[in-house]
């Protein structure tokens, strides 16, 4: 009996319990906890929103935006340059001239204006001269004049003996000489410049800084890059002709430099330029083998058009052996001018004088520094007042 009432007592409890807990849950005033709603994308405020917007977004559905081509690499041109005309380039220049040669010009003008000119002082005189790779003839001669015109002066004033000195000086370089580089093309046909030299002297930076004067000039230019025995000087040619919009006809690295000469005057015709400007491999004037194969250069370029100009390129830095150079140079080729680099770099500006008696053809070109337009058409009275100073 005891045990049936237990079990009545526990089936009342869990009862009240329940219905206890059910009205716990709904009793008044408690709130469903709301919908997760998916976040909405920020919208622009009223004015920003773009006209037509709302009514855009009704129905639209999401599309994803094409594939993205890979952007194709853009080739860059050169910007072509103007480069300025050739005339006072070397007037322009002057005062880097003066900084290398007036040394030899004071020295000059200090012993010519002792009160007493003695044996001694002469011998001093004719030292510094062949010093400065005048040559032992014309300093004999420069010396000879100046003792003569010495002696019927009597006392001299400072400014008479610079006059002397100039006029001597002059003389030697002989200004009467033809400097035009002929450059004036025949009919349907260019004119065509060889330039040679030996390794090192600058010849394939000459030549690129002749095409900047001559196209400053007005002049339309093509390159041969007949240097074909070193791919980094026909990469350089190009370069330079780049940079004022000439174009370069180069050939194969260790291909036939004549062929290349002959396909550059032929473009030369063809676009009807004025000038094309053959650069050659650097050879050791004791080659011979190389040194026969720049007069096959020549003789091909003349089965298509004339050579105007071989220029000589010396590095007026090597004193007599850049004369050494020029004078086997001439046996090969006709030269007819010499373009004198890194004239500002040395003190022996009789470099000049010296090769032009030896060689008989004038220095047309003067290399007066490391800057593009630093080749400068040679002018004697430029480069004798540089020497003597102001």
């Known amino acids: 009996m005891d045990g049936y009432l237990g079990v009545i007592v526990i089936v009342a409890v869990v009862a009240l319990l329940a219905v206890g807990g059910l009205l716990l849950f709904l009793r008044p005033g408690r709130k469903t906890p709301p919908p997760v709603v998916p976040p909405e994308a920020p919208t622009l405020p009223e004015e920003k929103r773009p006209a037509g917007a709302d009514e855009e977004a009704e129905g639209a559905t999401t599309t994803l935006p094409p594939p993205v081509k890979p952007a194709e690499p853009v080739v860059v041109e ?122 090192g002297t600058g010849k ?57 000469a002959f396909d550059a005057v032929a473009k030369g015709i063809e676009e009807k330029v004025d000038v094309v400007i053959v650069d050659t491999a650097g050879r050791l004037h004791t080659k011979t083998g190389l040194m026969d194969e720049l007069g096959k250069v020549k003789r091909v370029i003349e089965k298509k058009a004339t050579v105007d100009e071989v220029l000589l390129v010396l590095d007026a830095t090597t004193g007599q052996n850049g004369m ?50 630093d080749l400068a058409p040679f002018d004697p009275e430029v480069f004798v007042d540089a020497i003597l100073g102001e």
Do not use: C, Y
């Not at 020029?326 to 040395?346: H, P, R, S, W, Y």
């Not at 022996?348 to 490391?370: C, D, H, T």
């Open 78 to 199: 050169p910007e072509v340059e103007v480069p300025p005309p050739s005339a006072g380039r070397m007037v322009r220049l002057r005062e880097r001239l003066a900084r290398s040669q007036s040394a030899l010009g004071r020295g000059l003008l200090e012993l010519l204006s002792r009160d007493r000119l003695d044996d001694d002082v002469w011998d001093e005189i004719e030292e510094r001269l062949i010093t400065a790779d005048v040559g032992v003839a014309p300093t004999r001669a420069v010396v000879e004049e100046l003792r003569t015109k010495v002696k019927v002066l009597g006392s001299r004033t400072p400014e008479e003996v610079r006059g002397l000195l100039r006029e001597q000086l002059l003389a030697q370089i002989d200004p009467d000489l033809d400097r035009t580089l002929h450059v004036k093309k025949h009919g349907e046909r260019p004119a065509v410049v060889l330039v040679v030299g030996v390794n």
């Open 324 to 373: 050494r150079q020029a004078q086997v140079f001439a046996e090969v080729v006709n030269i007819t001018g010499i373009a004198l680099t890194k004239l500002d770099g040395t003190a022996k500006g009789g470099i000049v004088i010296s090769v032009q008696r030896e060689l008989g053809v004038p220095v047309k070109l003067a290399g007066l520094g490391e800057g593009p337009d």
């Open 204 to 260: 394939t930076t000459t030549t690129g800084k002749l095409a900047r004067s001559l196209v400053g000039d007005g002049k339309k230019v093509v390159l041969g890059a007949a240097d074909t025995f070193r791919a980094a000087a026909a990469d350089q040619l190009q370069t330079w002709g780049e940079r004022v919009g000439a174009d370069t006809v180069r050939g194969p690295e260790g291909g036939d430099p004549a062929s290349v």
